[in-house]
């Protein structure tokens, strides 16, 4: 069966050779399939391994955003409330700055509302600033231009706040500047440096808590003048010899820890008055009590002009006890308000100073008055002279005001 035998053979080769190749293709089918299936099952893998990553991304990034908003938001808050408790702050008021309509706290509450209106707005697109709704780019978004404003807000306000500082005068008020001195070392940190608000509301908690210290030190200079004051109301004479006044204007005197300086040019030169007005004022004024802002130098003294023509005459008059009350009664009034010439005493602050003498120093009224009303009442002085003289008047008026500077601390 050779024949048949290698006949059979191509025969069943072409069969075997016809189904090697459909069971490779059966083969090849399935291999696609399965590359196909594992290409799909990968594909999905990474798909749902994706979706996955891409929610715990976006799960994450809220986390972050929702644990940002909680920071900045405090922060802010922060910033806000402290602006508030400054704004309302009797202590800030500039009270010589009559030319701006603007008040110092109102120029604090309007960047405190600034600012709240930015939180505010914050917080109305993701109604819980420690639980934001939305979505986290967005968030953050909203956060990125909140934060920037509030910064750009709070920068302003500390830019002026240093000048709030300098107007209010506590160099020359306080008996110790070293807190001021610290709170001054807190301003000058430059707003510049802020990288956020975490930076800001840290920089003005702190000047807020150095300006605290401030107002205490100056509320207890405040409480020892109105002590010594009372002790020194209580120095008078009846019988005016030069020797008694002399004698109870120096106890007046060293009882506030004052000097008096008698002096040819009653002090001119050191307070800076030039030499036409000094030749004026030289004529009729008997003292002078001088300090500018920022300069200590003077305030612990005051001037007794030697060259006026009643001079020394003067001394033994008790018109003299009552300018030296007079000459502290402007110390006592720089002292609380940061002026001799506070926005409430209007054009009047001679005369409220001269009311604050007679309430709080026992200065004699009408020795006081006796001095200036012959002259509002004189024809024969000029308006100029009579109105000058109305303005030392002590009248009730004048005492309003000056019970108001002295118990109130209330100098606009
Ligand atoms: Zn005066």
Same mark, same amino acid.
């Given at each position: 069966?050779?024949?048949?035998?290698?006949?059979?053979?191509?025969?069943?080769?072409?069969?075997?050779?016809?189904?090697?190749?459909?069971?490779?293709?059966?083969?090849?089918?399935?291999?696609?399939?399965?590359?196909?299936?594992?290409?799909?099952?990968?594909?999905?893998?990474?798909?749902?391994?994706?979706?996955?990553?891409?929610?715990?991304?976006?799960?994450?990034?809220?986390?972050?955003?929702?644990?940002?908003?909680?920071?900045?938001?405090?922060?802010?808050?922060?910033?806000?409330?402290?602006?508030?408790?400054?704004?309302?702050?009797?202590?800030?008021?500039?009270?010589?700055?009559?030319?701006?309509?603007?008040?110092?706290?109102?120029?604090?509450?309007?960047?405190?509302?600034?600012?709240?209106?930015?939180?505010?707005?914050?917080?109305?697109?993701?109604?819980?600033?420690?639980?934001?709704?939305?979505?986290?780019?967005?968030?953050?978004?909203?956060?990125?231009?909140?934060?920037?404003?509030?910064?750009?807000?709070?920068?302003?306000?500390?830019?002026?706040?240093?000048?709030?500082?300098?107007?209010?005068?506590?160099?020359?008020?306080?008996?110790?500047?070293?807190?001021?001195?610290?709170?001054?070392?807190?301003?000058?940190?430059?707003?510049?440096?802020?990288?956020?608000?975490?930076?800001?509301?840290?920089?003005?908690?702190?000047?807020?808590?150095?300006?605290?210290?401030?107002?205490?030190?100056?509320?207890?200079?405040?409480?020892?003048?109105?002590?010594?004051?009372?002790?020194?109301?209580?120095?008078?004479?009846?019988?005016?010899? *030069?020797? #008694?006044?002399?004698? &109870?204007?120096?106890?007046?005197? !060293?009882?506030? +820890?004052?000097? $008096? /300086?008698?002096?040819?040019?009653?002090?001119?030169?050191?307070?800076?008055?030039?030499?036409?007005?000094?030749?004026?004022?030289?004529?009729?004024?008997?003292?002078?009590?001088?300090?500018?802002?920022?300069?200590?130098?003077?305030?612990?003294?005051?001037?007794?002009?030697?060259?006026?023509?009643?001079?020394?005459?003067?001394?033994?008059?008790?018109?003299?006890?009552?300018?030296?009350?007079?000459?502290?009664?402007?110390?006592?009034?720089?002292?609380?308000?940061?002026?001799?010439?506070?926005?409430?005493?209007?054009?009047?602050?001679?005369?409220?100073?001269?009311?604050?003498?007679?309430?709080?120093?026992?200065?004699?009224?009408?020795?006081?008055?006796?001095?200036?009303?012959?002259?509002?009442?004189?024809?024969?002085?000029? *308006?100029? #002279?009579?109105?000058? &003289?109305?303005?030392?008047?002590? !009248?009730?008026? +004048?005492?309003? $005001? /000056?019970?108001?500077?002295?118990?109130?601390?209330?100098?606009?």
């Amino acid at each position: 069966m050779p024949s048949t035998g290698p006949y059979s053979i191509p025969g069943f080769r072409p069969a075997a050779v016809y189904r090697m190749p459909a069971q490779r293709v059966t083969s090849r089918k399935s291999h696609a399939n399965a590359i196909i299936a594992i290409v799909l099952v990968a594909a999905f893998v990474v798909f749902a391994v994706g979706a996955v990553a891409a929610k715990n991304r976006q799960i994450k990034e809220h986390e972050a955003i929702t644990k940002q908003s909680k920071i900045v938001y405090d922060h802010a808050m922060q910033i806000s409330k402290a602006l508030g408790r400054l704004a309302s702050d009797p202590n800030i008021s500039d009270p010589s700055d009559s030319s701006d309509s603007d008040s110092v706290a109102e120029t604090v509450a309007s960047y405190k509302s600034s600012i709240d209106d930015y939180i505010e707005g914050y917080v109305s697109t993701v109604n819980n600033p420690y639980a934001p709704s939305g979505n986290s780019k967005d968030i953050a978004y909203d956060l990125r231009f909140m934060e920037y404003e509030t910064l750009r807000k709070a920068q302003g306000f500390f830019d002026e706040f240093d000048s709030i500082v300098e107007h209010a005068n506590w160099s020359v008020r306080l008996a110790d500047t070293r807190n001021l001195e610290t709170l001054n070392s807190t301003l000058g940190r430059s707003p510049d440096k802020w990288k956020d608000t975490a930076d800001a509301a840290a920089d003005i908690t702190a000047a807020m808590k150095h300006l605290a210290a401030v107002e205490e030190d100056l509320t207890s200079v405040i409480a020892d003048l109105h002590s010594r004051e009372e002790q020194a109301s209580s120095f008078d004479t009846t019988i005016p010899t *030069q020797q #008694t006044v002399m004698t &109870a204007s120096q106890h007046v005197a !060293d009882t506030l +820890g004052v000097a $008096i /300086a008698y002096s040819p040019d009653g002090g001119a030169s050191e307070c800076g008055v030039d030499a036409l007005q000094a030749s004026e004022a030289m004529e009729n004024s008997q003292g002078f009590y001088c300090t500018r802002a920022g300069d200590r130098t003077n305030r612990d003294k005051f001037y007794v002009n030697t060259a006026i023509t009643s001079y020394p005459d003067v001394l033994s008059h008790l018109y003299f006890l009552a300018t030296v009350k007079h000459e502290l009664s402007h110390r006592s009034i720089l002292i609380t308000c940061g002026t001799t010439d506070p926005i409430i005493a209007g054009d009047r602050d001679e005369g409220v100073t001269s009311a604050y003498a007679v309430l709080f120093f026992g200065a004699n009224e009408q020795v006081l008055n006796s001095a200036v009303i012959p002259v509002i009442n004189n024809p024969n002085e000029s *308006q100029e #002279t009579r109105d000058a &003289a109305a303005k030392y008047l002590v !009248d009730d008026q +004048g005492k309003t $005001i /000056a019970r108001q500077i002295h118990d109130e601390r209330k100098c606009r």
